[in-house]
């Protein structure tokens, strides 16, 4: 079985910065793309960062390149994403997604609350 649990998020002001981390467990985790979601109060879900198995691939959103970096420790079984600069308007849960090809493992989302 694979488990994605999320840490790192909490209140933060405008400009400020955090980092989330995903520990993941199981045998296969070097292999997965990782990827962070996040989704805002009345919004859907949207798509914010990836990284594949290597380490040497990664695709962002539009609206966070420039300020957000993804990562991982296939040593730690752990994806980062740092936040810098971050503005009220990034106010959602954040998701860590791992898998294969697509994402087919989630982890429960932790709440990054960014005041105006």
């Known amino acids: 079985q694979v488990q994605l649990v999320e840490s790192g998020g909490g209140l933060v002001q405008t400009g400020g910065s955090l980092r989330l981390s995903c520990a993941i467990s199981?045998?296969?985790?070097?292999?997965?793309?990782m990827g962070w979601f996040r989704q805002a109060p009345g919004k859907e879900r949207e798509f914010v960062a990836a990284?594949?198995?290597?380490?040497?691939?990664?695709d962002y959103a539009d609206s966070v390149k420039g300020r957000f970096t993804i990562s991982r420790d296939n040593a730690k079984n752990t994806v980062y994403l740092q936040m810098n600069s971050l503005k009220p308007e990034e106010t959602a849960v954040y998701y860590c997604?791992?898998?294969?090809?697509?994402?087919?493992?989630w982890g429960q989302g932790t709440q990054v609350t960014v005041s105006s």
């Open positions: 199981g045998r296969t985790f070097s292999i997965y793309r």
């Open positions: 997604a791992a898998g294969l090809k697509s994402y087919h493992y």
């Open positions: 990284i594949d198995w290597s380490g040497s691939m990664t």
